[in-house]
């Protein structure tokens, strides 16, 4: 059998995926032992595999060769199995492969065997997901958030960070989100409900962030320069959960914050947070997660792009600002 999937041709340059990446096709190998076969209904779309198209060797995880399949969390269902534990017909995500046809090892791959009667499986991407994990565990633990404390979520229109600013709030916290331009700003605080919304884009972004008067946690998507702003306005004894740095991704440059200082005057704590760091909490946070998301308490836009052969549209979007909520390549099944 023939699977189509994405190659790393080379390294990209900023946001020139087509130049880098290609769409090949070969036969699917025989399943070696461990092993799963999964026909990928849904891929997730994730900035910070950006960083692994790099040649960076002092990332989270070693850069990514070229010549391989494009990595990336994987949905669908098991056809072949030759791991314990797994069947064919078995709804599984795990870190597949920009392909029709993902094959993995099962441990490695983290690959679980998920609730077939949740009602939208794109939920395995969002709220119940790497993405909903990271968002309830970077405002509670990481960022350590108390009921009534204000709480502010760069990339707050993205994939964690709208979840992140819905958890700080669910939580009993003030939640303030940043986001680019006034359609994103408006989903904010009028769909979702959060105490305020700073327009990145927009002018005076600095008097944006003083209306709000102050913040005790930061959840940094972002990095860069929108870092800086922020120093200057933590409240003494602020906490920031650093989950991302997408300024740094497609530009090439690392995040040096000028307001460095301002963490001994204002005391204040910075750790950064991966989710592999707290995977063995993944069941106790879905099962907080899906209660929320049940009763429509937690709720997640998604956008959604169809066929495999679109899947470098999607996921440009995620470094261009074109989205809201969670990005989503469909495969045709």
């Not at 790393?8 to 399943?31: K, M, N, S, V, W």
């Not at 709208?162 to 939580?171: M, R, S």
């Amino acid at each position: 059998m023939q699977n189509r999937f994405w190659r790393i041709a080379r390294r990209p340059e900023g946001t020139d995926f087509a130049a880098a990446l290609e769409l090949d096709e070969a036969p699917l190998a025989p399943l070696g032992a461990g092993e799963i076969r999964i026909r990928n209904s849904h891929l997730s779309m994730d900035a910070g595999t950006r960083m692994w198209l790099t040649d960076r060797e002092d990332g989270y995880q070693p850069p990514l060769p070229l010549g391989i399949p494009m990595s990336g969390l994987v949905l669908g269902e098991v056809t072949e199995s030759r791991a314990d534990g797994f069947a064919p017909g078995d709804l599984v995500r795990a870190f597949g492969q920009w392909a029709d046809v993902s094959t993995v090892d099962a441990v490695m791959s983290g690959a679980i065997v998920l609730d077939p009667t949740v009602t939208d499986r794109r939920a395995w991407f969002g709220p119940l997901g790497m993405n909903g994990w990271t968002a309830l565990w970077g405002v509670e633990q990481t960022g350590a958030a108390k009921p009534g404390e204000r709480v502010l979520v760069s990339a707050a229109a993205g994939a964690t960070g709208i979840l992140a600013v819905q958890v700080a709030k669910l939580l009993g916290c003030e939640a303030w989100g940043i986001a680019g331009g006034v359609a994103k700003c408006a989903y904010l605080t009028d769909e979702l409900g959060i105490a305020g919304a700073v327009d990145y884009k927009a002018a005076d972004v600095g008097g944006q962030l003083d209306a709000a008067g102050g913040f005790d946690i930061y959840f940094d998507n972002v990095g860069g320069a929108l870092l800086d702003r922020v120093l200057t306005r933590m409240n003494h004894y602020g906490r920031i959960a650093v989950c991302g740095l997408l300024a740094d991704y497609t530009g090439g440059g690392r995040t040096s914050p000028r307001e460095f200082d301002q963490v001994l005057m204002r005391r204040l704590r910075i750790e950064g947070f991966f989710s592999p760091d707290f995977m063995h909490e993944g069941p106790a946070l879905t099962r907080r997660l899906r209660e929320w998301t049940e009763v429509g308490e937690l709720v997640m836009p998604y956008d959604v792009t169809r066929g495999l052969e679109n899947t470098l549209t999607a996921y440009a979007k995620l470094f261009t600002g074109g989205n809201i909520g969670k990005v989503i390549v469909e495969l045709d099944a």
